[in-house]
């Protein structure tokens, strides 16, 4: 009998070793790249899947950089968008931040995009800072 509680509790034990924990990469910065007609694309029409009136967008400023994240490559792409819902007083549009996929098909994932209110603009200008790519967003 005590072979046995020794042997469970031995074998309770095998799955409490210490690991450590996995550093957070999204902050990692990234190397800029320019924005070519093909990426500008992808960007603008993902971008657009997120708006209300996707017609009348107007893209502003635009910056991409490119780094791998555990051993996946991702292209980051910090910019502003504009439509006709855009307050009047966003002068460069919404800011936005997203992600894309080059080595599963150019996959598209729009991370953050600022709204009518500033401090959204600013979290996602902050967002893009430290990811290497300043952009910054207005605050009236």
Known sequence: MRKTVQLLLAASLCGC??????PDSSGQPVDSIPISL?????I????RQHLKDPVSAKFGTMLA????????QEIVVCGFVDDK???VRSG????FI???????GNSFKLVAMGGESPNAGLAVAGACRSAGLAIEAKTS
């Open 44 to 47: 603008t029409a993902g971008v």
């Open 17 to 22: 070793a210490a690991t450590t924990p996995v």
């Open 65 to 72: 950089g490119e780094r791998t994240v555990n051993g996946r």
């Open 92 to 95: 460069d549009g919404k800011a």
């Open 38 to 42: 093909a990426l500008e694309e992808i």
């Open 98 to 104: 997203a992600k894309i996929y080059p080595d599963a």
């Open 85 to 87: 819902r855009a307050s």
